[in-house]
Protein backbone atom coordinates (compact mmCIF):
# COMPACT_ATOMS: atom_id res chain seq x y z
CA UNK A 1 0.00 0.00 0.00
CA UNK A 2 1.01 3.42 -0.88
CA UNK A 3 2.19 5.48 2.13
CA UNK A 4 1.66 8.57 0.24
CA UNK A 5 -2.11 9.84 1.83
CA UNK A 6 -2.64 12.83 3.67
CA UNK A 7 -1.81 13.34 6.95
CA UNK A 8 -4.20 15.66 9.49
CA UNK A 9 -3.67 16.07 12.93
CA UNK A 10 -6.53 17.38 15.77
CA UNK A 11 -7.71 17.03 19.39
CA UNK A 12 -8.80 19.68 22.33
CA UNK A 13 -6.69 22.54 21.90
CA UNK A 14 -3.71 22.62 24.47
CA UNK A 15 -3.20 19.29 23.65
CA UNK A 16 0.33 19.58 21.68
CA UNK A 17 -1.31 19.67 18.33
CA UNK A 18 1.55 22.28 17.17
CA UNK A 19 4.27 21.17 19.35
CA UNK A 20 3.62 17.47 16.89
CA UNK A 21 3.22 19.47 13.54
CA UNK A 22 6.36 21.15 14.18
CA UNK A 23 8.44 18.23 14.86
CA UNK A 24 7.59 16.52 12.19
CA UNK A 25 7.92 20.23 9.49
CA UNK A 26 11.78 19.04 10.46
CA UNK A 27 11.38 15.09 8.22
CA UNK A 28 12.92 16.19 4.96
CA UNK A 29 9.72 14.83 3.08
CA UNK A 30 6.83 16.57 5.19
CA UNK A 31 5.93 20.16 5.26
CA UNK A 32 3.71 21.53 8.31
CA UNK A 33 1.07 23.68 7.61
CA UNK A 34 -0.75 25.03 9.95
CA UNK A 35 -3.67 26.63 11.56
CA UNK A 36 -5.92 26.30 8.20
CA UNK A 37 -9.19 27.19 10.10
CA UNK A 38 -10.36 28.50 6.78
CA UNK A 39 -11.17 24.42 6.17
CA UNK A 40 -13.24 24.07 9.45
CA UNK A 41 -15.42 27.06 8.16
CA UNK A 42 -15.82 26.33 4.52
CA UNK A 43 -16.92 23.09 4.65
CA UNK A 44 -20.26 23.37 6.56
CA UNK A 45 -20.99 26.74 4.92
CA UNK A 46 -20.55 24.78 1.17
CA UNK A 47 -22.16 22.02 2.20
CA UNK A 48 -24.41 22.67 5.29
CA UNK A 49 -27.85 22.66 3.59
CA UNK A 50 -28.67 25.90 5.05
CA UNK A 51 -30.92 26.92 1.99
CA UNK A 52 -28.39 29.67 1.00
CA UNK A 53 -28.44 30.33 -2.79
CA UNK A 54 -25.36 29.65 -4.60
CA UNK A 55 -24.94 33.50 -4.75
CA UNK A 56 -25.04 34.32 -0.94
CA UNK A 57 -22.75 30.92 -0.13
CA UNK A 58 -20.73 32.31 -2.92
CA UNK A 59 -20.48 35.60 -1.25
CA UNK A 60 -19.86 34.87 2.36
CA UNK A 61 -17.34 32.41 1.42
CA UNK A 62 -15.88 35.19 -0.46
CA UNK A 63 -15.65 37.52 2.79
CA UNK A 64 -14.60 35.00 5.01
CA UNK A 65 -11.52 34.13 2.59
CA UNK A 66 -10.57 37.76 2.16
CA UNK A 67 -10.57 38.14 5.84
CA UNK A 68 -8.57 35.12 6.28
CA UNK A 69 -5.76 35.85 3.70
CA UNK A 70 -5.67 39.67 4.49
CA UNK A 71 -2.30 39.04 6.70
CA UNK A 72 -0.48 36.28 4.79
CA UNK A 73 2.23 35.21 5.46
CA UNK A 74 2.00 35.55 9.30
CA UNK A 75 -1.33 35.44 11.17
CA UNK A 76 -2.42 36.62 14.14
CA UNK A 77 -1.94 34.14 16.89
CA UNK A 78 -2.78 33.59 20.49
CA UNK A 79 0.22 32.08 21.57
CA UNK A 80 2.16 33.21 24.59
CA UNK A 81 5.94 34.30 24.45
CA UNK A 82 7.00 30.65 25.88
CA UNK A 83 5.21 28.85 23.11
CA UNK A 84 8.25 28.63 20.79
CA UNK A 85 7.96 26.94 17.21
CA UNK A 86 10.40 25.87 14.70
CA UNK A 87 7.62 26.85 12.07
CA UNK A 88 6.51 29.75 14.62
CA UNK A 89 2.65 29.65 15.53
CA UNK A 90 1.21 29.74 11.77
CA UNK A 91 2.83 27.87 9.32
CA UNK A 92 1.05 29.13 5.89
CA UNK A 93 3.21 29.14 2.63
CA UNK A 94 0.85 29.83 -0.31
CA UNK A 95 0.02 33.46 -0.90
CA UNK A 96 -3.18 35.41 -0.59
CA UNK A 97 -3.24 36.08 -4.20
CA UNK A 98 -2.80 32.41 -4.71
CA UNK A 99 -5.30 31.63 -2.14
CA UNK A 100 -8.22 34.25 -4.38
CA UNK A 101 -7.53 32.92 -7.59
CA UNK A 102 -8.08 29.28 -6.69
CA UNK A 103 -10.99 29.99 -4.85
CA UNK A 104 -12.54 31.65 -7.99
CA UNK A 105 -11.50 28.14 -9.83
CA UNK A 106 -13.64 26.61 -6.85
CA UNK A 107 -16.95 28.75 -7.39
CA UNK A 108 -16.56 27.74 -11.58
CA UNK A 109 -16.25 23.61 -10.28
CA UNK A 110 -19.34 24.12 -7.85
CA UNK A 111 -21.29 25.89 -10.04
CA UNK A 112 -20.63 22.80 -12.31
CA UNK A 113 -22.14 20.85 -10.00
CA UNK A 114 -18.63 19.13 -8.82
CA UNK A 115 -19.09 19.28 -4.93
CA UNK A 116 -16.38 17.46 -3.50
CA UNK A 117 -14.13 16.85 -6.03
CA UNK A 118 -14.10 20.66 -6.33
CA UNK A 119 -13.57 21.58 -2.85
CA UNK A 120 -10.68 19.03 -2.95
CA UNK A 121 -9.09 20.25 -5.84
CA UNK A 122 -9.19 24.06 -3.61
CA UNK A 123 -7.65 22.48 -1.09
CA UNK A 124 -4.95 20.69 -3.32
CA UNK A 125 -4.16 23.70 -4.88
CA UNK A 126 -3.30 25.63 -1.89
CA UNK A 127 -1.37 22.79 -0.06
CA UNK A 128 0.47 21.76 -2.98
CA UNK A 129 1.48 25.44 -3.39
CA UNK A 130 2.79 24.98 0.11
CA UNK A 131 5.08 22.23 -0.17
CA UNK A 132 6.43 23.53 -3.36
CA UNK A 133 7.41 26.86 -1.45
CA UNK A 134 9.04 24.42 1.27
CA UNK A 135 10.25 22.19 -1.66
CA UNK A 136 8.94 18.69 -0.04
CA UNK A 137 6.92 16.48 -1.54
CA UNK A 138 4.23 15.68 1.12
CA UNK A 139 2.30 17.87 3.24
CA UNK A 140 1.18 17.08 7.28
CA UNK A 141 -2.04 19.26 8.16
CA UNK A 142 -3.05 20.55 11.55
CA UNK A 143 -5.80 22.51 12.73
CA UNK A 144 -7.11 21.32 16.35
CA UNK A 145 -10.70 21.32 15.25
CA UNK A 146 -10.76 18.92 12.90
CA UNK A 147 -11.13 16.28 15.59
CA UNK A 148 -15.02 17.38 14.83
CA UNK A 149 -14.14 17.45 11.57
CA UNK A 150 -13.53 13.82 10.44
CA UNK A 151 -16.76 12.45 8.62
CA UNK A 152 -16.10 15.39 6.06
CA UNK A 153 -12.43 14.41 5.72
CA UNK A 154 -12.95 11.37 4.92
CA UNK A 155 -15.31 12.09 2.24
CA UNK A 156 -12.81 14.90 1.14
CA UNK A 157 -9.65 12.30 1.15
CA UNK A 158 -10.57 8.88 1.54
CA UNK A 159 -7.60 6.95 3.12
CA UNK A 160 -6.11 9.95 5.00
CA UNK A 161 -4.44 9.18 8.37
CA UNK A 162 -5.35 11.27 11.65
CA UNK A 163 -2.92 11.64 14.29
CA UNK A 164 -4.40 12.25 17.22
CA UNK A 165 -3.18 14.59 20.29
CA UNK A 166 -4.42 13.94 23.58
CA UNK A 167 -3.09 14.96 27.31
CA UNK A 168 -4.01 15.26 30.52
CA UNK A 169 -7.76 16.58 30.83
CA UNK A 170 -6.68 18.25 34.10
CA UNK A 171 -3.42 19.84 32.50
CA UNK A 172 -5.87 21.12 29.61
CA UNK A 173 -8.32 22.48 31.77
CA UNK A 174 -5.46 25.12 33.40
CA UNK A 175 -4.36 26.02 30.69
CA UNK A 176 -7.69 26.69 28.79
CA UNK A 177 -9.02 28.77 31.77
CA UNK A 178 -6.36 31.35 31.13
CA UNK A 179 -7.26 31.88 27.90
CA UNK A 180 -9.95 34.69 26.46
CA UNK A 181 -11.66 31.73 24.40
CA UNK A 182 -11.62 28.96 26.91
CA UNK A 183 -14.13 28.04 29.67
CA UNK A 184 -13.90 29.61 32.75
CA UNK A 185 -13.82 27.33 35.27
CA UNK A 186 -12.00 23.86 35.60
CA UNK A 187 -15.07 21.64 35.64
CA UNK A 188 -15.87 23.78 32.49
CA UNK A 189 -12.53 22.88 31.33
CA UNK A 190 -12.55 19.55 31.49
CA UNK A 191 -16.38 19.38 29.51
CA UNK A 192 -14.75 20.73 26.94
CA UNK A 193 -11.69 18.60 26.72
CA UNK A 194 -14.19 15.09 26.85
CA UNK A 195 -16.68 16.98 24.13
CA UNK A 196 -13.37 16.91 21.89
CA UNK A 197 -11.35 13.73 22.94
CA UNK A 198 -14.33 12.08 22.47
CA UNK A 199 -15.10 13.04 18.70
CA UNK A 200 -11.77 11.42 18.02
CA UNK A 201 -12.11 8.17 19.78
CA UNK A 202 -15.48 7.58 18.49
CA UNK A 203 -14.09 7.82 14.61
CA UNK A 204 -10.74 6.03 15.64
CA UNK A 205 -12.77 3.07 16.96
CA UNK A 206 -14.47 3.36 13.92
CA UNK A 207 -10.86 3.44 11.91
CA UNK A 208 -8.22 2.06 13.58
CA UNK A 209 -5.67 1.29 10.84
CA UNK A 210 -5.99 4.87 10.30
CA UNK A 211 -5.74 6.38 13.27
CA UNK A 212 -3.34 6.65 16.21
CA UNK A 213 -3.09 8.55 19.29
CA UNK A 214 -0.41 10.80 20.35
CA UNK A 215 -0.15 11.46 24.14
CA UNK A 216 1.85 14.96 25.01
CA UNK A 217 3.21 13.36 27.36
CA UNK A 218 4.78 11.14 25.43
CA UNK A 219 6.32 13.39 23.23
CA UNK A 220 7.76 15.66 26.29
CA UNK A 221 9.47 12.72 27.92
CA UNK A 222 9.77 9.96 24.98
CA UNK A 223 10.47 11.79 22.20
CA UNK A 224 12.57 9.60 20.02
CA UNK A 225 10.08 6.66 20.87
CA UNK A 226 7.20 8.82 20.59
CA UNK A 227 8.50 10.47 17.20
CA UNK A 228 9.51 7.20 15.59
CA UNK A 229 6.16 5.63 16.42
CA UNK A 230 4.34 8.16 14.52
CA UNK A 231 6.83 7.83 11.56
CA UNK A 232 6.10 4.08 11.35
CA UNK A 233 2.59 4.73 11.19
CA UNK A 234 2.75 7.48 8.62
CA UNK A 235 5.22 5.14 5.64
CA UNK A 236 8.23 7.80 6.15
CA UNK A 237 11.68 7.00 6.40
CA UNK A 238 12.22 6.65 10.65
CA UNK A 239 14.59 10.23 11.30
CA UNK A 240 13.49 10.48 15.21
CA UNK A 241 16.40 10.73 16.19
CA UNK A 242 18.24 13.40 14.21
CA UNK A 243 14.37 14.95 14.09
CA UNK A 244 14.24 15.06 18.22
CA UNK A 245 18.17 16.34 17.90
CA UNK A 246 17.57 19.14 15.35
CA UNK A 247 14.30 20.20 16.83
CA UNK A 248 15.92 20.57 20.37
CA UNK A 249 18.85 22.23 18.98
CA UNK A 250 16.77 25.01 17.90
CA UNK A 251 14.44 27.85 19.66
CA UNK A 252 12.00 25.34 20.65
CA UNK A 253 11.82 23.05 23.44
CA UNK A 254 10.54 19.49 24.49
CA UNK A 255 10.00 20.66 28.22
CA UNK A 256 9.03 17.47 30.65
CA UNK A 257 8.25 19.95 33.13
CA UNK A 258 4.97 20.58 30.70
CA UNK A 259 3.29 17.74 32.29
CA UNK A 260 0.90 17.54 35.65
CA UNK A 261 1.27 21.12 36.14
CA UNK A 262 -2.54 21.44 37.08
CA UNK A 263 -1.30 19.46 40.75
CA UNK A 264 -0.25 22.53 41.63
CA UNK A 265 -3.20 24.53 40.14
CA UNK A 266 -6.10 22.82 41.26
CA UNK A 267 -7.46 22.78 44.86
CA UNK A 268 -8.12 19.25 46.53
CA UNK A 269 -11.99 19.26 45.68
CA UNK A 270 -11.21 20.98 42.33
CA UNK A 271 -9.39 17.44 41.58
CA UNK A 272 -11.82 15.95 43.25
CA UNK A 273 -14.79 16.84 41.58
CA UNK A 274 -12.67 17.06 37.94
CA UNK A 275 -11.68 13.10 38.98
CA UNK A 276 -15.60 12.19 39.67
CA UNK A 277 -16.78 14.01 36.07
CA UNK A 278 -14.15 12.55 33.87
CA UNK A 279 -13.14 9.36 35.54
CA UNK A 280 -13.60 7.26 32.98
CA UNK A 281 -12.10 9.26 29.94
CA UNK A 282 -8.74 9.70 32.23
CA UNK A 283 -8.49 5.76 32.79
CA UNK A 284 -8.75 4.88 28.93
CA UNK A 285 -6.63 7.44 28.21
CA UNK A 286 -4.36 6.70 30.94
CA UNK A 287 -3.57 9.01 33.00
CA UNK A 288 -3.79 8.31 36.98
CA UNK A 289 -6.78 9.52 39.45
CA UNK A 290 -6.49 10.84 42.39
CA UNK A 291 -5.62 8.94 45.49
CA UNK A 292 -8.87 9.07 47.00
CA UNK A 293 -10.69 7.59 43.68
CA UNK A 294 -8.11 5.07 43.32
CA UNK A 295 -9.26 3.76 46.88
CA UNK A 296 -12.94 4.01 46.09
CA UNK A 297 -12.29 1.77 42.83
Not at 154 to 180: E, I, K, M, N
Not at 236 to 261: F, H
Amino acid sequence: MSSDFPVFIGGAGRSGTTLLVDVFGVHSQLSPIYETDFVVQLIPELFGGHGRTQAQIEARVRSFMDTWTAPLPIRPHNKRAYERYLHGPHHVLFTREHALRSLDELFVDLRAGQGVPAFRRFMDRLFQAHCAAADKPRWINKTPAYVHLLPALDQLYPGFRFLHCVRDGRDVACSVVTRPWGPNSHLGGGDWWARKVMDGLRWGMANPDRYLEVRYEDLLREPTRTVSTVCGFLGVPDDAAAMVSAYSDGAARLDPTRCGGWRQRFTPQEQAAFEQRHRAMLQHLGYPLGEALRQAG
